[in-house]
């Protein structure tokens, strides 16, 4: 039986968004955290991942509206690069308009400018991850079982 527990991340050149599902049904935020270097920023995401369990991770892949890559996706690379050497699977999933989509429920929630900054990556983190549990049948019927 495969885990179905799954990291979902957010990454940013500042930040990085990470989400969990322990289950491969519901994602939930965990934090935003704040990047160091290649190596830190690897370790500490791996260890998030193993206290969950988790040996996949789904990075958002960073796309033109057009569909076309963008430049972060290149960057964002470096880093999923270290963390499959570290052990992980890396599962890409389209981010395009997470970002819109986590601002847009803030401000629907009426949270503060300063609370929406520190949460806008976590929540795109969650987006991203169960957009690709959703996408996959919450990953009971993708092998996970």
């Not at 957010?10 to 599902?21: E, K, P, Q, V």
């Not at 965990?30 to 040996?55: F, V």
């Not at 290149?74 to 050497?85: D, Q, S, T």
């Amino acid at each position: 039986m495969k885990n179905k527990a799954f990291i979902g991340l957010d990454i940013g050149d500042r930040r990085i968004g990470i989400a969990a599902s322990a289950t491969g049904f519901l994602a939930n935020g965990l934090e935003t955290y704040t990047r160091i270097n290649i190596a830190a920023d690897a370790e500490h995401i791996a260890s998030m991942a193993r206290a969950y369990g988790a040996q996949t991770i789904v990075a958002g892949l960073p796309s033109h509206l057009d569909g076309g890559e963008h430049e972060q996706a290149a960057k964002n690379e470096i880093l999923l690069k270290k963390l499959r050497e570290l052990g992980f699977e890396i599962l890409y999933f389209d981010e395009r308009l997470t970002s819109v989509a986590a601002e847009t429920y803030m401000l629907e929630a009426d949270l503060s400018r300063k609370k929406r900054k520190q949460n806008i990556d976590k929540l795109a983190a969650q987006i991203i991850l169960q957009n690709f549990l959703d996408a996959n049948g919450g990953m009971s019927n993708a092998g996970y079982e």
